[in-house]
């Protein structure tokens, strides 16, 4: 199994920046590609952006040049830099992690996810 641990979430003011973090931990796990989605409330969880073994980035139009995602291979986590935030950002944010443990199949894992606010 492969366990997420998230990191970083808060309230910030618009403007404002916040850094989220997502550990993998487990043994004898692969991982592929990792990314970040959120949820708003009444709203459908989205992918906000991914990033995958080549490093390759992908992002949701509406954070393209705010938000920047990366990843530590050696540390087996994600991060998510946002920055410029804006009141619409507003949401739980979820890591998902592709990965294949030791024994078993190639399959997504989820963080528990993590609230920003953004509001004056």
């Known amino acids: 199994q492969v366990q997420l641990v998230e990191s970083g979430g808060g309230l910030v003011q618009p403007g404002g920046s916040l850094r989220l973090s997502c550990a993998a931990s487990g043994s004898g796990f692969s991982i592929y590609a990792m990314g970040w989605y959120r949820q708003a409330p009444g709203k459908q969880r989205d992918l906000v952006a991914e990033?995958?073994?080549?490093?390759?980035?992908s992002y949701k139009d509406s954070v393209l040049g705010r938000f920047t995602i990366s990843r530590d291979n050696g540390k087996s986590t994600v991060y998510l830099q946002m920055n410029s935030l804006k009141p619409e950002d507003t949401a739980v944010y979820y890591c998902?992690?592709?990965?294949?443990?030791?024994?078993?199949?190639?399959?997504?894992?989820w963080g528990q996810g993590t609230q920003v606010t953004v509001s004056s």
């Open positions: 990033v995958d073994t080549g490093d390759r980035t």
């Open positions: 998902c992690v592709r990965a294949k443990p030791s024994l078993g199949y190639v399959r997504d894992y």
